[in-house]
T-cell receptor, first 115, second 111 residues
Framework: DTGVSQDPRHKITKRGQNVTFRCDPISEHNRLYWYRQTLGQGPEFLTYFQNEAQLEKSRLLSDRFSAERPKGSFSTLEIQRTEQGDSAMYLC?????????????FGQGTRLTVV | GQSLEQPSEVTAVEGAIVQINCTYQTSGFYGLSWYQQHDGGAPTFLSYNALDGLEETGRFSSFLSRSDSYGYLLLQELQMKDSASYFCAVPSGAAGNKLTFGGGTRVLVKP
């Protein structure tokens, strides 16, 4: 297992288009997180899954954002009707239940640019 | 809510020691984590303190004082590869199921 992988690494889209990102967590991890990071800032929590259940969503996550983890393995994050303010790095992380939340393993992220 | 404050930037020379402070305000406290992120890279876990005191891991140490809502990351024998951003973070939300990060401290190591 090579860690958390995200696809694509970069995405440029026109304002108003829909985009979808994929995250493959470490295989034995049942917890999966999405964060958003803008330049010079720390990651901001978006949403969290335990297995296939989405247990928490940030108020940052508007109705245009939706995330799924249909079989408790990979996850997708979709942004509909993208806006320039959505331009950011979208990070996925996973952790194992046994370790609690003291260590999260992050992917390299998907950098979204909305033009 | 949660908030974490840390300095925005620190510059030091190779071989020096750098201390990155983090003060936090939280509605519930589980512990304090530290992550390192190189430019263009993923954040990687460095340490976690649940109890007061100093935890040492090689050249890096992390300290926590729960009564002062304060912690720090100590980088010793600085190397060029230590140039990166360092984030303090706290587990937060229901049962600490998510991480709230500080704004990050950019460390620049000069030869």
């Amino acid at each position: 297992d090579t860690g958390v992988s995200q696809d694509p690494r970069h995405k440029i889209t026109k304002r108003g288009q829909n985009v979808t990102f994929r995250c493959d967590p470490i295989s034995e991890h049942n917890r999966l997180y999405w964060y958003r990071q803008t330049l010079g800032q720390g990651p901001e929590f978006l949403t969290y899954f335990q297995n296939e259940a989405q247990l928490e969503k940030s108020r940052l996550l508007s109705d245009r954002f939706s995330a799924e983890r249909p079989k408790g393995s990979f996850s997708t994050l979709e942004i509909q009707r993208t806006e320039q303010g959505d331009s950011a790095m979208y990070l996925c992380a996973s952790s194992s239940n046994a370790g609690g939340d003291t260590e999260a393993f992050f992917g390299q992220g998907t950098r979204l640019t909305v033009v | 809510g949660q908030s974490l404050e840390q300095p925005s930037e620190v510059t030091a020379v190779e071989g020096a020691i750098v201390q990155i402070n983090c003060t936090y305000q939280t509605s519930g406290f589980y512990g304090l984590s530290w992550y390192q992120q190189h430019d263009g890279g993923a954040p990687t876990f460095l340490s976690y303190n649940a109890l007061d005191g100093l935890e040492e891991t090689g050249r890096f140490s992390s300290f926590l004082s729960r009564s002062d809502s304060y912690g720090y990351l100590l980088l010793q024998e600085l190397q060029m590869k230590d140039s990166a951003s360092y984030f303090c973070a706290v587990p937060s939300g229901a049962a600490g199921n998510k991480l709230t990060f500080g704004g990050g401290t950019r460390v620049l190591v000069k030869p």
